[in-house]
T-cell receptor, first 109, second 116 residues
Framework: EDQVTQSPEALRLQEGESSSLNCSYT??????LFWYRQDPGKGPEFLFT?????EEKEKERLKATLTKKESFLHITAPKPEDSATYLC??????????WGAGTKLIIKP | GAVVSQHPSWVICKSGTSVKIECRSL??????MFWYRQFPKQSLMLMAT?????????EQGVEKDKFLINHASLTLSTLTVTSAHPEDSSFYIC????????????FGPGTRLTVL
């Protein structure tokens, strides 16, 4: 069964404290893995797409990596404005997207 | 580029009325759009896939007669919640699929529906 699991459910960090969010997946025929950021009351904002194991992408303080079983979203020296829910989604072979439940990230000043 | 808009951003209606939500891709054409709903503190739940010029494909458990989807052009899809009831209150989000730089979905800002 295709499945995406994100951990932890919630993460509280001090400003400047680096950490990682995890997205584990089992899917038949991975076509792509997507990371999104969602602020309360808004639609998700696209961050990254990863297509194959070993691929990495960076944007400001965020870096996404991919293996055959999981993806990590590393956040380096986070700031309060990085607080949001981070969603991971996997696109399976037939095109359907399977979503994780998200990780709520809170950065305290 | 790749901006998706939704209208309205929020709507309050009485039970039994119908509500139409528009989803537009502003600077690209999208043959495929998706409609999601999101309950508080939960992840997105796909309701249906909307393909331009053909009938929408609904996910299991989603009533197609209650949630009418029309994708009449390459830049516009509409979701009509018919005879809305309080349990339909939710955050509805659309997304549009583009093949630019690899398959990628861009999301609209969402529509908050409250049914009294």
């Amino acid at each position: 069964e295709d499945q995406v699991t994100q951990s932890p459910e919630a993460l509280r960090l001090q400003e400047g404290e680096s950490s990682s969010l995890n997205c584990s997946y089992t899917v038949s025929g991975l076509r792509g893995l997507f990371w999104y950021r969602q602020d309360p009351g808004k639609g998700p904002e696209f961050l990254f797409t990863l297509y194959s194991a070993g691929e990495e992408k960076e944007k400001e303080r965020l870096k996404a990596t991919l293996t055959k079983k999981e993806s990590f979203l590393h956040i380096t020296a986070p700031k309060p404005e990085d607080s949001a829910t981070y969603l991971c989604a996997v696109q399976a072979f037939l095109g359907q997207l399977i979503w994780g439940a998200g990780t709520k990230l809170i950065i305290k000043p | 580029g790749a901006v998706v808009s939704q209208h309205p951003s929020w709507v309050i209606c009485k039970s039994g009325t119908s509500v139409k939500i528009e989803c537009r891709s502003l600077d690209f054409q999208a043959t495929t759009m998706f409609w999601y709903r999101q309950f508080p503190k939960q992840s997105l739940m796909l309701m249906a896939t909307s393909n331009e010029g053909s009938k929408a494909t609904y996910e299991q458990g989603v009533e197609k007669d209650k949630f009418l989807i029309n994708h009449a052009s390459l830049t516009l899809s509409t979701l009509t919640v018919t005879s809305a009831h309080p349990e339909d209150s939710s955050f509805y989000i659309c997304s549009a699929l583009t093949g630019l730089a690899g398959p990628r979905q861009f999301f609209g800002p969402g529509t908050r529906l409250t049914v009294l």
